[in-house]
């Protein structure tokens, strides 16, 4: 149907330029007017009717083509593919790769060794309460009350949902729509921009420095409408950084009277030693925030907190309620018997203080050795380098598998690159050094001599 398409276009034509062009036509296929299947109209038609150069319509269909929009086959023409195909590209090129490596870094988990003690949490469990009904409460009453007590601002009510990533999707889900404009991070987490990307919304990477992300940065971006901000509160993947008082009291400022919604991911909850600072504090009508306790607590727990403002979580709540319903109260009680309980309580601490002991180590070494790495906390740490296939590649060669930090960035990575390194695997003082040495050798290896081609 070209003649609706092009009224379509013409309705949604902010700028005449490529870029206009190409959100032209996401809110055309966000708004159901294109569907997946559907060819655009011909180049020379587009250009002659909405008055723009055959150049820049042609411009227009490469960038769409480029964000997976649409694919161009010469006989065929322009089409518009599906959106809900995503993949999960960019997880997959941080994270897959043959683990044959002697200590393998590159993954972001927490050490199984400092996860806590199930044992007691466990035995707690021939009590619990029945399981054999679909209409109990979908988070057990008195985990609401240990986490509703325990939240960096006040809220009435929790849920209890299947990980951060599975807030996360309920929220991508339910809020946001193709061509939205979201911020995120950048340098930020790869599954959380695959799962944007498979739902069309533009990605506005914003960078993060010692405080968080970047004020004037934001601001800018905040002068087009945004539908929300994704940030990490504490020890940020893979930077390290934790948000101050005063940054998250700046956003909290540049976000009074919009309607963008922040959604914080705190994935290091019970492992940061600093105080949670949440934009909740100044905005809780605008902030989603969501607890994981896969760090902490461990990953196959599966099990995050999430508070939300009423409209956005009965979206949540009524979207879940559609799918797996809640999430496994035997596993929830599991969690408030260790949430509660004084030694599984002293090992997170324990965690904790392991956790950043290991990091210290190898960026003081780091340090020394000439290589800054910003970021206070977690277990990661980013590390520039010179040439990231280089370093990549040398330091598996001496056995130590990383993350390249191309897949982490939103924007281009520059003429050098970093890798993303999992230190808090690392056990003994020796091998912490030796790594450090290792990270400091791999991150001036090819491309700074002048020899480059
Ligand atoms: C920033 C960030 N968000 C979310 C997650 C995933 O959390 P969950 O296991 O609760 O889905 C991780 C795990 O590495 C993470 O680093």
Known sequence: MPHVTLTALE??????????????????????LLVAGDRLPPIRTVAAELALSPTTVSAAWALLARSGTVATDGRRGTTVLDQRSGGTVRYRAALERPSTFAHDLST???DPELLPDLGQALAG????????????????????????????????EVSVVDGAMDAMDLFVRTQLRFGDRVVVEDPGFPPLVDLLESVGVQLVGVAVDEEGLDLEA?????????????????????????????????????????????????????LSPSPLVSLGQWRPEQTVHIRSFSKSHGPDLRLAALS???????????????????SSRLLQQVLLGLLTDDVATAQVQTAA?????????????????????????????????????????????QGIGVAPGTPFRIGPSGPGGHVRATVGLVRDEAALDSLADALADAATTGGWNGRAR
């Open 218 to 270: 934001l601001e800018a971006t905040l002068r087009e409408p945004v539908a929300a901000v994704v940030l990490q509160p504490r020890a940020q993947n893979p930077t390290g950084v934790t948000m101050t008082s005063r940054r998250a009291e700046r956003i909290a400022a540049l976000l009074s009277g919009s309607p963008t919604v922040v959604v914080e991911d705190d994935s290091a909850a019970g």
């Open 11 to 32: 309705a949604r034509l902010d700028t005449p330029s490529a870029k206009g062009l190409a959100h032209a036509v996401s809110a055309t296929i966000r708004d159901g």
């Open 308 to 326: 939300a403002p009423a409209r956005i979580l009965n979206d949540l709540n009524g979207r879940r309620q559609l799918g797996q319903g809640w």
């Open 108 to 110: 972001g988990v927490p």
């Open 125 to 156: 469990l021939r009590t619990a309460p029945t399981t054999g009904s679909y209409l109990d409460d979908p988070v057990l009453p008195a985990l609401a009350e240990v986490l509703v007590a325990d939240w960096p601002f006040a809220v009435e």
């Open 353 to 397: 203080q392991t956790y950043a002991a290991r990091r210290a180590r190898v960026v003081d070494r780091l340090r020394e050795r000439g290589v800054e790495v910003g970021g206070t906390e977690g277990i990661n740490i980013w590390v520039p380098v010179q040439d990231e296939t280089a370093a990549v590649v040398r330091l598996a060669s």
